[in-house]
């Protein structure tokens, strides 16, 4: 496993951040990291980089453990915080050179990764000269530098315009071939389209964690239905294939119903049967915007 968390608990003060947190990922994965403001996110990721240490549990990071080898974790481990770190004033091979000889890396890895992230057009460059997608390439090839085994990636695409945001999926997406990626971010599509896996966490718990095609495959499906009448719960509940009946406001109702069938033929019927039109009926997208709202509401 190049990521082993087991059984972690990190407390501020009274505040519990972590509750008995564990998962593990293995080499060559993208995994996606999930969960709202104040959830845990930030947290596991600096004890994954040894910036915290955790009240308990066990954290390994390609097989060393993170409190009795932090250096050798350090050394597999690339991160790219959320706020990136650079020295604006510095060019920008002036900047990568400085991390190259932190690392003691040569000069030949240095220019392979400038090219890897696609910075060489902006080589002579300031950093504060720079759009906010080249920032994260030079954040992002600090990051490669020493060639990490693990990638931890703190919302990477926070702030770029969609070109941008094109540019760095593609490279992640392609340093992923090769490397283990743990990617937090709160762009849903983004998840969508470079993450094989995804770990949801809420509250300091974990509340999702599977291949990404599994969450969305769930058998069932939610029909937001207005009708122009008033309409008892226990006659909806009565639909076929019903689970959950849920009144939003006056006669607006959220259905849902444990099938992949297409049910709003039935609410039809239903609504027909009982002398009731329908105003709106609209199924509701079985993605993970919605899955991640049902998790962490």
């Known amino acids: ?23 593990s ?19 596991i990721m600096k004890i994954l980089t040894t910036y915290l240490r955790p009240n308990e549990g066990d954290v390994k990071v390609n097989g060393f453990d993170t409190l009795l080898n932090p250096m050798e974790v350090k050394r ?19 900047y990568l050179n400085f991390h190259a000889n932190i690392h003691k890396v ?5 220019n392979e990764v400038i090219e890897l992230v696609g910075l060489t057009p902006e080589i002579g460059k300031k950093i504060n000269q720079l759009s906010k997608g080249y920032r994260q390439r030079v954040g992002l090839a600090a990051a490669l530098l020493h060639d990490p085994d693990v990638l ?30 743990l990617l937090s971010t709160h762009i849903m599509q983004e998840v969508e389209a470079m993450c094989d896996r995804v770990i949801i966490i809420n509250k300091g718990e974990i509340v999702a964690d599977k291949k990404l095609n599994e969450l969305l495959e769930k058998q069932e499906q939610i029909i937001e239905v207005e009708f122009d009448l008033r309409v008892e719960k226990q006659l909806l509940e009565q639909i076929h294939n019903i689970k959950e009946v849920k ?10 119903f444990e099938s992949k069938d297409d049910m709003r033929p039935d609410i039809f019927d239903f609504a027909k049967a009982n002398g009731l039109k329908t105003l709106q009926l609209q199924q509701k997208v079985n993605n993970l915007e919605s899955l991640f709202q049902d998790l962490t509401n």
Request: hydrophobic share 35%; charged share 20%.
């Open 1 to 23: 496993m190049s990521i082993e968390v087991q059984n972690v608990i990190k407390t501020y003060g009274k505040q519990k951040a972590l509750n008995n947190v564990s998962f």
């Open 247 to 256: 009144n939003v406001f006056g006669n607006t109702w959220h259905l849902t």
């Open 106 to 110: 040569s000069k030949n890895r240095m």
């Open 76 to 94: 597999s481990v690339g991160y790219l915080p959320e706020h990136n770190p650079l020295y604006l004033e510095l060019f920008v091979k002036e």
């Open 152 to 181: 931890v990636l703190d919302e990477p695409t926070t702030g770029l315009d969609p070109n941008q945001l094109a540019e760095i999926r593609s490279m992640i997406q392609d340093i992923g071939k090769t490397k283990t990626i």
């Open 25 to 43: 990922i293995k080499s060559g994965e993208i995994v996606g990291f999930l969960g709202p403001n104040g959830a845990g996110k930030s947290t």
